[in-house]
């Protein structure tokens, strides 16, 4: 099976999360100030959304570019990177509206962990389709990005019982972490294609 669908499956859900995204904007009814700085956090939470859909899509992008064929395992394992993906709307909306109250952290940070694990899965059934000599397997390498992130998570999700602004922070430091580009898959290509 061809990958194209795949993608341009992918590419549409994604657009489609990050515009339920920005329609949970609300512009408020008052012309001051402090009418908008009431709704200040909310628009905090859509810009860390919004910045680690982009590095899904990034990083979906160049990973995708290393398959040469999708199988069944490879179809479900994507749609479960995309159902976790299609929840941060919700857990955005829910923890820019209680301007990151402790639950809505938590949830939030779980519904950040999910899609890590699901991309996890999803990068691990593409090597074992297509052999572990396969570029995205000698590209990722120890991959401490990717080892990191969930632990950070984790640390944010409990330390959202103590602050939830503390949750936050980890939360922003995995985003900031996966901000730089990421040029290992391109550099593998890449040689791949001089050899």
């Avoid at 632990?151 to 996966?178: H, N, S």
Wanted: charged share 15%.
């Amino acid at each position: 099976m061809e990958k194209d669908r795949l993608l341009a499956f992918s590419d549409g859900v994604i657009a489609i999360i990050i515009t339920i995204m920005v329609l949970e904007l609300h512009a408020p009814e008052e012309a001051t100030l402090a009418a908008l700085a009431a709704v200040w956090p909310t628009f905090l939470s859509y810009v860390l959304s919004f910045i680690y859909v982009a590095i899904y899509w990034n990083n979906h992008h160049h990973m995708m570019h290393t398959v040469e064929r999708v199988n069944g395992a490879v179809l479900w394992a994507n749609m479960a990177l995309l159902f976790f993906l299609s929840l941060l709307p919700f857990t955005t909306a829910w923890m820019g509206e209680t301007h990151g109250a402790k639950w809505p952290t938590i949830v939030y940070g779980v519904s950040l962990l999910a899609p890590a694990l699901a991309y996890y899965v999803l990068q691990n059934v593409i090597i074992a389709s297509h052999g572990a000599d396969h570029v995205l397997k000698r590209a990722i390498g120890g991959d401490w990005k990717g080892n990191i992130s969930p632990l950070l998570y984790l640390a944010g999700i409990a330390a959202a019982f103590v602050d939830p602004r503390l949750a936050q922070a980890c939360f922003v430091v995995v985003a900031l972490i996966w901000l730089v580009p990421d040029r290992r898959i391109e550099r593998a290509v890449m040689g791949g294609e001089r050899a």
